[in-house]
């Protein structure tokens, strides 16, 4: 160990060097000693290299700046707390995220990473969220169509992080999470996004006044017909649209479960069903919830399904604005001919015009 703590010293004391070329020798030594050999995390972290590491990623060299923020990464995953605990770390993070346009895509993808890896220590989520910088850029890096898949994947996984924290979702709601959540739903031709994406979207939906930006978006629409069992969604984009559509349900009450009733016409139930035999324990768990819920003392004899016992709505009063949900934006339907197969584009078109 001390022959690691000697290498560590070393190459920490490069990071001051005059010479660009030496601090970026340096960072790209202790890029891969940080990747592949875990015992050394602790060492480089306890003998002082993160600010000067966090430093670079203000750096106008690329290559400094790539291994900068790949160095933080692999750091955050043994040593979070040193990470957390030196100042501007996070403020050295956002600015690599707010600045993804001109920066190196690997060094926005590795920030990005980084504030991941960080929300997973959930005593840290808050403190993550509570920085609406970092917020902002996230939704930013999704919402630009130039953004690499590996960003924007990145960037969604970041969110989802953070969104684990209660007290942070109302503030992505009002950076405007959900309508470019929404219209990367519809947009995207890879699954693995539309999957992450809609795991972001089910925590969110719990928020304070996420209802109202939903229904603008012709959100809780999409989430139901991803449902529907002849869209051919994963299952994993299933048990993430059931979870939002419960979540929204236990925030609006049955003033939301019945509009659900009303958009499903039946099919919903399919759809609930085949997540209730073939999901995962949580997604199994949730699909009963939301279809006990729906059925609420009605017989469903068209779906083979008995009714079933009523249950407590949380918050049944909290909504009595109109219960009719917003027009779909034009850029939404075209974004529905142009990426989603043809029963969603039917049901999601007829169903708001």
Known sequence: MEVKRRTAKSLISKLGSVSEQARIAALCELRLLTKTDPEIRPIIAEEGAIPY????????EPLAQENATATLLNLSISCRDALMCTRDVLDALSHALSYHTLHRPAAVQAAAATIYSLAVDEN????VGSKRDILYALVDIIRNPNSPNRSVKDALKALFGISLCPMNRAAMVELGAVEVLFGLVVKAGRVGLV???????????G????????????????????????????????????SGLLNLVQCGGEVVGEEIREMGLGSIFDGLDEV??????????????????LENGRIVEESGFRSRNEIHHRGSDSYSEDRGYGQPSASLLLFCFQHLNCNFRANLICSVL
């Open 195 to 205: 999957e992450d994406a809609t795991a972001v979207i089910a925590q969110i939906a």
């Open 124 to 127: 840290f989520r808050q403190i």
């Open 207 to 242: 928020a304070e006044g996420s209802l109202a930006t939903f229904r603008r978006v012709a959100g809780v629409r999409v989430l139901v017909d991803l449902i529907d069992p002849s869209t051919g969604s994963s299952l994993r984009i299933k048990e993430n649209a059931v």
């Open 276 to 293: 209730a035999q073939t999901g995962s324990n949580k997604g199994r768990k949730r699909a009963d919830a939301l279809m006990k819920i």
């Open 53 to 60: 590491i966090a430093d670079t990623l203000y750096s106008s």
